[in-house]
């Protein structure tokens, strides 16, 4: 489990080899069933979890009861809310696995004493912090600037294993149409 979190980890050349073993020692191993919660609406994200296997959707509910999702996270992702873990108030999005998933979970704490230990970690953990914002910035574009078709056809070129992997009520809420519009969609793109 931690050999694939360490191959991560070794990927960006950002830090050294004892810095690499000592992430991976201080991640505690946590298995999700299908249907757990990493974290609720309501409660201050204390972590961040690197997925070893598994996948995991995030959803937030609108003023109308509407779940709506937004990302999901495969193998070999961090996830956490981050907005609660950097602001320390309560979130308002779920973290949910929608299959078995098994993480590697780090603490605000451990990651705090990891920064102060070593420029090389505060420059990952700065790296992590941007790809999360280059892909936030790229999904917020794609749902403002692409047609519901569009969007699907983009994950069946670039993402193909969510369209096996993740239910179809999921998949219709993250392009942003009803199943019943997906159903349509997919009918098109096959014939």
Same mark, same amino acid.
């Given at each position: 489990?931690?050999?694939?979190?360490?191959? =991560?980890?070794?990927?960006?050349?950002? #830090?050294?080899?004892?810095? $690499?073993?000592?992430?991976?020692?201080?991640?505690?191993?946590r298995h999700l069933n299908r249907g757990d919660y990493l974290i609720q609406a309501g409660m201050v994200?204390? @972590?961040?979890? =690197?997925?070893?296997?598994?996948?995991?959707?995030?959803?937030?509910?609108? #003023?109308?009861?509407?779940?709506?999702?937004?990302?999901?996270?495969f193998q070999d992702g961090f996830l956490a809310a981050?907005?609660?873990? $950097?602001?320390?108030?309560p979130t308002s999005e779920y973290l949910q696995a929608i299959s078995p998933t098994e993480l590697l979970v780090i603490s605000k704490s451990e990651i705090h004493?990891? @920064?102060?230990?070593?420029?090389?970690?505060?420059?990952?953990?700065?790296?992590?912090? @941007?790809? @999360?914002? $280059?892909?936030m910035e790229a999904r917020i574009f794609q749902l403002q600037q692409k047609s519901s078709e569009s969007r699907y056809r983009d994950l069946i070129e670039n993402h193909p294993e969510y369209l096996h992997l993740?239910? #179809?009520?999921?998949?219709?809420?993250? $392009?942003?149409?009803?199943?019943r519009h997906l159903s349509r969609i997919r009918g098109s793109i096959r014939n």
């Open positions: 489990m931690k050999s694939s979190f360490r191959n =991560f980890l070794s990927q960006f050349d950002l #830090l050294t080899e004892s810095e $690499i073993e000592e992430m991976v020692r201080i991640a505690s191993p994200c204390q @972590e961040v979890a =690197f997925v070893v296997s598994g996948v995991v959707r995030s959803y937030y509910h609108t #003023l109308s009861g509407e779940e709506v999702t937004y990302c999901f996270r981050y907005s609660s873990f $950097i602001s320390q108030k004493r990891l @920064e102060n230990s070593s420029v090389n970690f505060l420059r990952f953990f700065k790296f992590m912090a @941007e790809q @999360e914002f $280059i892909a993740i239910p #179809l009520n999921h998949l219709a809420s993250y $392009i942003g149409v009803t199943q």
